[in-house]
């Protein structure tokens, strides 16, 4: 009996796609609708790190006004999180295309 010719799962090929992308600004779209974007960060066999913009929270952390607080080098009062990191599992993804990115 003849054996068909081995190819590759779809996993895997999602798994090369992600590290083709690494550290480019992408938009992923998961198997059940829900669009993310962000810089892919990591890909492992089960998992794609995405670093996602976040929006700056202003109440996030009260910290009192000199002189009863010194300051501590550059992040005083509070230096804002630009990103935040989602991971996502890569059986899940259905998608996954480059965006531009302007700063």
């Not at 798994?15 to 083709?20: F, I």
């Not at 992923?28 to 960060?41: K, L, N, P, R």
């Not at 005083?76 to 990115?101: D, E, K």
Request: charged share 20%; glycine share 6%.
């Amino acid at each position: 009996m003849h054996k068909p010719a081995h190819k590759p799962t779809a996993h895997k090929v999602t798994k090369t796609l992600c590290e083709s992308h690494m550290y480019r600004y992408v938009e992923v779209q998961a198997a059940d609708g829900y669009c993310y974007d962000g810089i892919v960060e990591h890909v492992d066999d089960e998992w794609v790190c995405l670093a996602v913009p976040g929006s700056v929270d202003p109440m996030r952390g009260f910290f009192p006004q000199p002189p009863l607080y010194p300051p501590v080098g550059p992040f005083y009062p509070y230096r804002p999180r630009r990103f935040n990191r989602l991971v996502l599992p890569l059986a899940g993804l259905a998608a996954i295309s480059l965006l531009p990115y302007y700063w």
